[in-house]
């Protein structure tokens, strides 16, 4: 099927679930999985049609492998997450329009990526932007949707003057014609490559602009937040991408102040990027809400998808364009096992739960490998990626971007620790003696992205033969494959040895378990206190102020957040003073403005 | 052949026959208004000269595609707002038959003293229709501001009549292109002051937040769409096509219209009051469009003009409504309204993304033809303005939104038990009115080479130098 079909019938489709929910809410909502699923399927059938070009009313399209290698992460996780749809009906204001703008969103971002103009992609854009706004209110926050779009709203106005400006320059909205237009000027081409790529920086969540991220996917339905977790940030990495691939940033800044070989243009952003992610792994392992703790990993994961896109060289750039595959399932397959926790328990608190392993056996699994390779331990994808991204930087002997790399890879062993201990591991709670674990529908995607996140980390080939042709289309040398094993500068990483390996180290820790003697288990609240009453047991336990000790170090940290928040607050008193200024109740304060303007236009006149 | 004169003898004669005809004031205000979109379709473009005196000495009307077109969407926003909140009509059948007169008259005129004339009509309409929400000082406030307005307006033709000895437009257009520009700075300041109290230009409306601000569902759409798109239509008419703006003046005015813009929609942002909220929408809108002709740019003005009143007729009628239902529009108070109303609420809400721009919509369209026009105008400085305020627009409509689908305080999901408890009843009439109207915004923001085909017919507006730029399906963008 030719993909303009496809991307109307996703369209269709969005109606259609809706038509479907109005009689039963719960129909509609396996609708969206046969209805995603179904497009996945026509799209990954439809790789040949690289090159293809259509167009649907005045926008025009333009098959590429990016958008097609896009559009495939981003419904692989709308499908996924699709199956927990129909459990979370009963709990939505809206169920009809939940499912109806589920899909919208999906056929958006579809076309988002498949744009051959820069109208055609700021329409898509908007289009999701403004799909999955309203999705974000039906859960926990309102103003975490006002902010959501706020943010989004700075980027894509920005983009939106980048693209009115290159077209006044260029004369074109072609995507392809427009950017080459810019290798010539490089005063425009920093002016647009600035501008336009805040939209992308908006949506991955890069410092300063990453305060969304928690607020959003913290807050927003437990189904929306793999979505907006695992897709729809990858829209801005696709901004990115077209900012430094499409766009000759390296060409038309070849002239520009290097800095550590860089040009000092794309060295900014990635300072940005590293701000990303160190901020986004310290304030991760602060945090209390399992979801705003994921929330906060996308932001630092968002780090290294930008840097690794802004090298756009061999090694950085495919670990980025892997790597941004890899988050996307392992963080949706993390949102979607605390959202099994939070449909049995009602509640995303780490330090409320514990000892869900003895009740949800494989969501527990399931959570375990995708933190593995969100950590980027292997023999899981986010361990190939990272790899890549880290070889990249120190070939190019990039040292800060490098150490804050390590730094985050380091550090996410602390964050995603956090839950592991203290929502699946430890003791029970009373409360949920009689908890259920996940059902089948629940299981079915989290078992197949736990099954692609091995999959990809032992054959990370398959993948990688895409990437290289996307780096062989915008000219840059393609990744190298033997085999299994992917040529670096410092020899050949071969993931299938690497999980032979750690198979057998798997299987004699996991002998030495059976063997020895099992541990004592002691109940919840079973704490020594010299027979004094305890009146609060749950602040003694251990899951409770998990990290003390280590956030205690940077307990005084400034936020940015205050700042954007003055900022907004300037707004509202701009605002006010308009109000008191011009709008009174009395006419004389309209009279005395009319003299005021007279006088002045006459004063300034009767210069001329 | 008919002759546009009819769609202001008309009403102003059914005026008279409803005041002997007591008991059908609303259906003579139908009839006359039914009466007059009918014959909008039989018009055919053209002079048409008055009492036999030859211009400039008689008074005639221009019937151009501008004046087609604006006299076409006001009748039909006058007729549509009428019919939807039919029930408020009452006794107002009367001064609304004079006000559409007047309304017609003003985008008819070819005569800047007739011009007056109509303004005075339409104005005195306005005062009493202002006057139904019993808030009297407001309606003062305005009776003041506005007869001041066109006060000055009058003292700014006496001087160009005493140097031009001329009041018929396309004559004093004539003198105006050898005239010492610099000369008539203050005329035209005076008769940019004039309008601009009624297009409600910063900082020359006042009266503004009184009177939108308590407007119920028929007064509000009406002020809102059929009054406020005439003046700015209008506005364009003179500013454009008549008046000769030297730079200096020019610069100035365009700053004002951008000053307006960004203090209009800073002030919407810092507002919960939903009326309130629109109103500073409409006059930050008042300033992009007087920006827009200022810069020449006829073509996006209008397609910006129909997309504010098209969306405020809408808005306001639902916002009005609400209010006169509850007695209160305070948004916090009215948390979840449109849970049970969820049709009237969609088109609020189309209307909204319309107007903030959002793709999908016709809004969106018209933004890009303006900013496209703007950039082909080598000013890099005005889009930046535009989109800031695109920007605080976009915020406090979809915060308002948000607030009126999904009740709920921070921290839970939201519930219906959050929702107001308030009863808003919007009934059937006004329900298909703003149905019918969202979905000719639907309709226009995804064929947009329809409204193309429609207004450029036969040339441009106005002026040859507007730029329209179109995407459609035959040539791409």
Redesign the interface.
């Known amino acids: 099927m030719s993909f303009d079909l496809l991307i109307l019938m996703m369209f269709a489709g969005a109606f259609l679930a809706y038509l479907i929910s109005k009689s039963n809410s719960e129909a509609g909502g396996i609708s969206t999985v046969v209805i995603s699923l179904i497009s996945l399927v026509l799209l990954l059938l439809g790789k040949s049609q690289v090159g293809n070009e259509f167009?649907i009313?005045?926008m025009?399209f333009k098959v590429t492998t990016i958008g097609w290698y896009f559009s495939a992460v981003m419904i692989l996780v709308y499908s996924m997450t699709s199956f927990f749809n129909s459990y979370w009906m009963k709990?939505m204001?809206?169920p009809n329009a939940y499912n109806f703008l589920y899909l919208f969103s999906l056929a958006g971002t579809v076309g988002l990526f498949f744009a051959a103009?820069l109208?055609t992609l700021?329409?898509?854009w908007?289009?999701v932007v403004?799909s999955s706004?309203?999705i974000v209110?039906?859960?926990?926050?309102?103003?975490a949707?006002?902010v959501y779009?706020?943010i989004s709203?700075?980027g894509s106005?920005?983009t939106?003057?980048a693209i009115?400006?290159l077209?006044?320059k260029s004369g074109t909205?072609i995507i392809s014609e427009a950017f080459a237009w810019l290798a010539t000027d490089p005063t425009m081409a920093t002016i647009v490559f600035f501008i336009f790529i805040l939209a992308g920086l908006t949506k991955i969540g890069i410092f300063p602009f990453h305060i969304w991220l928690p607020l959003a996917h913290g807050?927003a339905?437990h189904t929306f937040s793999p979505v907006l977790s695992g897709g729809l940030v990858k829209m801005g990495a696709f901004i990115a991408y077209m900012s430094v691939g499409v766009l000759p940033a390296y060409q038309a800044f070849s002239g520009s102040l290097k800095i550590m070989g860089m040009p000092i243009q794309i060295y900014l952003l990635m300072v940005l990027g590293a701000i990303s992610i160190v901020l986004g792994t310290l304030m991760a392992i602060k945090q209390d809400d399992a979801k705003k703790l994921i929330a906060y990993s996308s932001v630092a994961n968002g780090g290294y998808i930008l840097i690794g896109i802004l090298m756009m060289d061999q090694l950085s750039c495919a670990g980025s364009l892997m790597h941004l595959f890899n988050h996307a399932i392992a963080s949706a397959a993390a949102f979607l096992t605390i959202a099994v926790v939070a449909h049995r328990t009602g509640t995303t608190k780490i330090s409320e739960l514990g000892g869900m392993i003895h009740r949800m056996p494989v969501t527990f699994t399931v959570y375990l490998i995708s933190i593995i390779s969100l950590a980027g331990i292997p023999p899981m994808g986010g361990f190939v990626s990272k790899w890549l991204i880290i070889q990249g930087l120190a070939d190019k002997g990039l040292l800060f971007m490098a150490l804050a790399a390590f730094f985050g890879s380091i550090g996410s062993f602390l964050y995603v620790f956090r839950p592991l201990a203290a929502v699946f591991l430890g003791q029970l709670a009373p409360k949920n003696y009689e908890l259920e674990g996940a059902t089948l529908m629940m299981k079915i995607p989290m078992v197949i992205l736990s099954a692609l996140i091995i999959f990809f980390g032992v054959f990370p080939r398959y993948i990688l033969e895409v990437i290289g042709e996307i780096q062989s289309s915008i000219g840059i040398t393609p990744i190298q494959l033997e085999g299994n094993a992917i040529q670096a500068i410092n020899g050949l990483l071969n993931s299938y040895h690497v999980f032979v390996i750690f198979g057998f180290g798997f299987l004699i820790s996991l002998a030495i378990f059976m063997l020895l003697q099992k541990s004592r288990k002691v109940g919840l609240m079973d704490t020594f206190t010299s027979a004094e009453f305890i009146h609060t047991p749950e602040l003694y336990h251990y899951s409770h102020d998990f990290y003390a000790p280590f956030e205690r170090l940077y307990k005084n940290h400034p936020s940015v957040e205050n700042f954007l928040v003055n900022i907004a607050n300037k707004?509202?008193?701009?605002?006010?003073m308009?109000?008191a200024?011009?709008?009174?109740?009395?006419?004389s304060?309209?009279?005395f403005?009319?003299t005021?303007?007279?006088a002045i236009?006459?004063l300034?006149?009767a210069r001329? | 052949m008919m002759n546009p004169v009819l769609l202001i003898a008309i009403p102003l004669l059914l005026a008279f026959l409803s005041i002997i005809l007591k008991h059908y004031k609303s259906q003579l205000l139908l009839l006359g208004s039914a009466v007059n979109m009918i014959l909008i379709f039989g018009l055919q473009k053209g002079e048409y000269i008055i009492g036999g005196f030859k211009p400039p000495f008689g008074i005639n009307l221009v019937l151009d595609d501008y004046a087609f077109i604006s006299i076409l969407v006001v009748n039909g926003l006058f007729l549509v707002i009428n019919l939807m909140s039919f029930d408020k009509i009452d006794k107002l059948g009367t001064v609304l038959l004079v006000s559409l007169a007047g309304l017609n008259g003003m985008l008819l005129t070819g005569d800047l003293f007739n011009l007056f004339v109509f303004l005075e009509i339409t104005s005195i309409t306005a005062y009493i229709l202002s006057s139904v929400s019993k808030k009297y000082q407001y309606s003062f406030n305005y009776l003041v501001l506005g007869t001041l307005g066109s006060g000055l307006y009058l003292f700014g033709l006496i001087i160009l009549y005493s140097v031009f000895g001329s009041l018929n437009m396309a004559d004093i257009s004539k003198q105006m292109a050898t005239a010492n520009l610099n000369q008539m700075l203050i005329p035209t300041f005076l008769i940019f002051v004039g309008l601009a109290v009624e297009a409600k230009i910063l900082p020359f409306n006042g009266w503004v937040k009184g009177v939108y601000g308590n407007a119920n569902s028929l007064v509000g759409p009406l002020f809102a769409s059929a009054y406020a798109g005439t003046m700015l239509f209008v506005f364009g008419r003179v500013f454009v096509q008549v008046l000769m703006v030297s730079s200096y003046l020019k610069v100035t005015l365009i700053i004002i219209g951008a000053v307006t813009l960004l203090a209009g929609e800073a002030a919407a942002l810092s507002k919960t009051r939903i009326r309130e909220i629109l109103l500073y929408s409409s006059i930050g809108q008042s300033g992009l469009v007087v920006a827009l002709f200022l810069s020449g740019l006829v073509f996006p003005a209008v397609l910006q003009i129909f997309n504010n009143i098209f969306s405020k007729a809408v808005m306001f009628t639902i916002g009005g409504k609400m209010a006169d239902d509850t007695g209160t529009d305070e948004a916090d108070e009215l948390q979840g309204a449109f849970l049970k109303n969820k049709l009237a609420g969609l088109s609020f809400t189309v209307a909204a993304f319309s107007l903030i721009g959002l793709p999908l919509f016709y809004g969106f369209y018209s933004k890009i033809n303006l900013l496209l026009g703007i950039f082909s105008l080598n000013n890099f400085w005005l889009p930046v303005v535009i989109l800031l305020g695109t920007i605080i627009e976009g915020v406090y409509f979809i915060r308002l939104l948000v607030k009126l689908w999904t009740p709920g305080e921070e921290g839970h999901i939201s519930t219906e038990e959050y929702a107001t408890k308030f009863t808003i009843k919007i009934e059937l009439a006004k329900v298909i009115g703003v149905v019918f109207l969202s979905a000719i915004l639907i309709i226009a923001g995804i064929l947009p080479g329809m409204v193309r085909n429609n207004l450029t017919e036969s040339g441009q507006l106005l002026n040859e130098e507007s730029p329209s730029y179109m995407f459609d399906l035959e040539g791409g963008i």
């Open positions: 167009a009313l005045y025009t709990q204001l809206y103009d109208v700021f329409i898509f908007e289009m403004w706004t309203f209110p039906l859960g926990k926050s309102r103003r949707a006002v779009y706020t709203s700075i106005m920005a939106l003057y009115m400006l077209h006044a909205f807050s339905p707004f509202d008193e701009l605002g006010q308009v109000n200024l011009f709008f009174s109740h009395k006419p304060i309209t009279v403005w009319i005021v303007v007279t236009i006459y300034g006149g001329i």
